[in-house]
């Protein structure tokens, strides 16, 4: 065989028929980057009308394309023909991967888990895109944990290029060869990062942003500890940057890894912050305020 040339019995690796569950920020994102790479995908949500405003998600992102003169309307229909939005589970039949963005709570995830696997192909890979729960853990819910494993994507997806890939204690090889591949598909870079607590990238990001959030409560101004950040060179300040990833999703890793840790848990000052903003419905930048008022 000629350098480089597939060998005619290897298996083609690429992936088919996406199920994405959960049509929120991340969900949408991972359907409108999959299907612009030519994937099938089938996007789930609990209601029609939350599975469809996922899919209006691709089609707002299309039609700025078109303004752009980067998108063509044949170009928009071909993308938005391979989505299919819909509330029911059994849409999933014959999907070779699935990546789950509900929301962060353990519960969700595992009953999510159990009902998808219900539909899905025996050889199927279940995926998690999780900001910070232990892959092992969820991994419990799955009928195959060596088919369950991580993919984490950053927002707005259609802009990150870094996506985790994140193997759980008894993840196969299998599964992280489909993650690689599947991230390879959608043109993005993976890592394969081990199920440590916040794997890499938040490990890095959470303590710049819960400092910025301390020193909110300390007293010192948002406007200068922005500034100061973007001098040092950091493309968002650490307050903006919790408003873009949501006020909500912040809460949500807070009580989950509070009731991991328990005493030993180390930003409880700066969940009062988050948990008050919540509390306000001050959820981020999807909600026009956060730390900031967007209009
Ligand atoms: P989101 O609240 O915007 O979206 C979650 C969606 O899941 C909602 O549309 C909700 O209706 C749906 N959902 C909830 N339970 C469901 C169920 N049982 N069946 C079907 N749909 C259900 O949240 P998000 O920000 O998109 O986050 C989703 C996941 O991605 C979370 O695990 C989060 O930690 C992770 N994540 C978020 C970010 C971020 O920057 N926001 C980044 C990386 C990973």
Same mark, same amino acid.
Request: hydrophobic share 40%; aromatic share 14%.
């Given at each position: 065989l000629e350098k480089g040339a597939n060998r005619p019995d290897? $298996?083609?690796?690429k992936v088919k028929k996406l199920g994405v569950i959960g049509a929120g920020m991340m969900g949408a994102g991972i359907a409108y980057v999959s299907a612009q790479a030519g994937i099938e995908v089938v996007l789930i949500d609990q209601t029609q009308e939350s599975a469809d405003r996922g899919k209006a998600y691709s089609e707002g992102l299309?039609?700025?394309g078109i303004k752009r003169r980067k998108v063509t309307e044949q170009k928009k229909a071909q993308v938005l023909g391979? +989505? /299919?939005? /819909? $509330?029911?589970?059994a849409a999933l039949a014959g999907c070779d991967l699935v990546v789950e963005a509900v929301f962060e709570d353990p519960k969700v995830k595992a009953e999510t888990t159990a009902r998808a696997e219900a539909h899905l192909p025996a050889d199927a890979i279940f995926a998690t895109n999780t900001s910070t729960l232990p892959i092992t853990e969820l991994a419990k819910a799955s009928r195959s944990p060596e088919q369950f494993i991580g993919i984490h994507f950053f927002s707005p997806v259609d802009k990150m290029l870094l996506v985790e890939i994140i193997k759980g204690a008894q993840t196969g090889d299998? %599964? @992280?060869a489909k993650a690689l591949d599947f991230v390879r598909q959608i043109r993005k870079t993976p890592i @394969? @990062? #081990?199920? %440590?607590? !916040?794997? !890499? %990238? #938040?490990?890095? +990001?959470?303590? !710049? /942003?819960n400092e910025g959030i301390r020193m909110v409560r300390e007293g010192v101004a948002p406007a200068l500890i922005e500034n100061a950040a973007k001098l040092v060179g950091m493309p968002l300040g650490p307050l903006q940057l919790t408003d873009e990833v949501s006020i909500d999703l912040g809460a949500k890793i807070a009580r989950a890894t509070r009731a991991a840790m328990g005493d030993a848990y180390p930003d409880a000052d700066v969940d009062e912050v988050v948990f008050w903003l919540e509390d306000e419905g001050r959820l981020g930048r999807k909600a026009n305020a956060g730390f900031y008022a967007y209009d």
């Open positions: 290897a $298996p083609d690796q299309l039609d700025k391979r +989505i /299919t939005a /819909t $509330p029911d589970f299998r %599964a @992280v @394969v @990062v #081990n199920d %440590a607590r !916040y794997f !890499y %990238a #938040n490990r890095c +990001i959470l303590p !710049y /942003t």
